[in-house]
Structure formats: structure tokens, C-alpha cells
């Protein structure tokens, strides 16, 4: 069983469109986040939920709008693409509180934008 | 503000022992994560360190010191496949606040 699972895996698309990935967990998570992985290979928070909650948003343009319409699913539209938004982006879901708190990641979806 | 560093790349040779470094400073700290991520694959966790010391998994050790800032992933009798990049992350925060801030990874080479 797929424990964090991301829709597509890839992704080509041109400048202006819009665009959805989606997320599931079945871990039984509260927290799950979106990262994004640029070329460089730098990993950075984009947001994170708990229970549907919205807890953390980093300095993300508002054309990223994350939804989380239950715990185990947290999906990221992007509207109006440009080239710099071309990266990987990651879902990924952890405990909400005991020691470890390790996040599990999703495959990853690889967004071109031409 | 945040900052997290590790040597970019490494070379070691199989059966080996290779240490990889990563020393911070950070507004805070709650704990240290190491992930190993393949090529084209998504970070997996390998250890975490809250306290000083040194925390051992298999061939797989990481080692803490808080007031240096500072911790390593030792990797023993290296095999081909340990060949990824290895990402240092620091958690800041509490509770529902917690985040993760991450190195640029260090991509080490396992040579035969």
C-alpha cells in the first residue's frame, strides 16, 4: 500500500495555464505539507495543514491556493503558471506531535512549464 | 535568518566509512532530521536527534551537539546503493507550528 500518494507523477504544461496536483495519505496523519524542490535540489515549505487547518504559509504568491477537503488529502492548485514555478513538488504528511515526527514524502510531481 | 550547512559532494569507496557534516544556526531548535533522497526519488527519513549524543540504526549513526550546532551521519561498510544525497533539517517551532528548514543536501558517490 502506497502510504503518500501524489497525482501526476509528471506534469507539461505552458505559461498561463492553470493547474491541480493532488495529495493522499493513508498513514492516518493530522499534518501534511507541499514543498517544492528547485533544480538546485533546495527543499522548501510551501505550506502546511492540520486537520484541514491552514498552519503554516510561507512567502507563497497567492497563485498557489492549497485545499484540504478531509485529513488524509491535501491538494494544490496553481493558477496563471510561469516558468519559475517549474520544479518538483512534493506532498508530504507526519504526526502532529510525539518524538519522532518524521515526514513521509509522496513520490513527487515533476511541473514543466514551457 | 536560517541557515543550514553541508558540503555539497562526496566520494567514498564501498566497504568504506564516510562521515557527512552539517552545522547550523537557526532561531530555535527542536530537533535534527537526516534524509537520504535518490536521484529522481523522494526524501526518505533515516534518523532524528534531539538530544547530544550520538543515535545509532544499523550501518546508519548520527551524532548531535547542541551548543556547536553541529551534527554528522556516519555511513558504515558503504554499499553501492548508499550512493543519494543525504539532507540535514533542523525543526523549528512546536506543536502545530513546527517546520522543517533543510540543507541543499550533500550528494555522495559510492565508488566500486
Known amino acids: 500500500d502506497t502510504a503518500v500518494s501524489q497525482t501526476p507523477k509528471y506534469l507539461v504544461t505552458q505559461m498561463g495555464n492553470d493547474k491541480s496536483i493532488k495529495c493522499e495519505q493513508n498513514?492516518?496523519?493530522?499534518?501534511m505539507y507541499w514543498y517544492k524542490q528547485d533544480s538546485k535540489k533546495f527543499l522548501k515549505i510551501m505550506f502546511s495543514y492540520n486537520n484541514k487547518e491552514l498552519i503554516i504559509n510561507e512567502t507563497v504568491p497567492n497563485r498557489f491556493s492549497p485545499k484540504s477537503p478531509d485529513k488524509a488529502h491535501l491538494n494544490l492548485h496553481i493558477n496563471s503558471l510561469e516558468l519559475g514555478d517549474s520544479a518538483v513538488y512534493f506532498c508530504?504528511?507526519?504526526?502532529?506531535?510525539?518524538?519522532?515526527?518524521?515526514?513521509?514524502f509522496g513520490p513527487g510531481t515533476r511541473l514543466t512549464v514551457t | 535568518g536560517q541557515n543550514i550547512d553541508q558540503p555539497t559532494e562526496m566520494t567514498a569507496t564501498e566497504g568504506a566509512i564516510v562521515q557527512i557534516n552539517c552545522t547550523y544556526q537557526t532561531s530555535g531548535f527542536n530537533g535534527l532530521f537526516w534524509y537520504q533522497q535518490h536521484a529522481g526519488e523522494a526524501p526518505t527519513f533515516l534518523s532524528y536527534n534531539v538530544l547530544d549524543g550520538l543515535e545509532e540504526k544499523g550501518r546508519f549513526s548520527s551524532f548531535l551537539s547542541r551548543s556547536k550546532g553541529y551534527s554528522y551521519l556516519l555511513l558504515k561498510e558503504l554499499q553501492m546503493k548508499d550512493s543519494a544525497s543525504y539532507l540535514c533539517?533542523?525543526?523549528?517551532?512546536?506543536?502545530?507550528?513546527?517546520?522543517?528548514?533543510w540543507g541543499l543536501g550533500t550528494s555522495l558517490a559510492v565508488n566500486p
Open positions: 498513514l492516518g496523519h493530522d499534518t
Open positions: 533539517a533542523v525543526t523549528l517551532g512546536a506543536g502545530n507550528n513546527r517546520k522543517l528548514i
Open positions: 508530504a504528511s507526519s504526526r502532529a506531535s510525539g518524538i519522532p515526527t518524521e515526514q513521509y
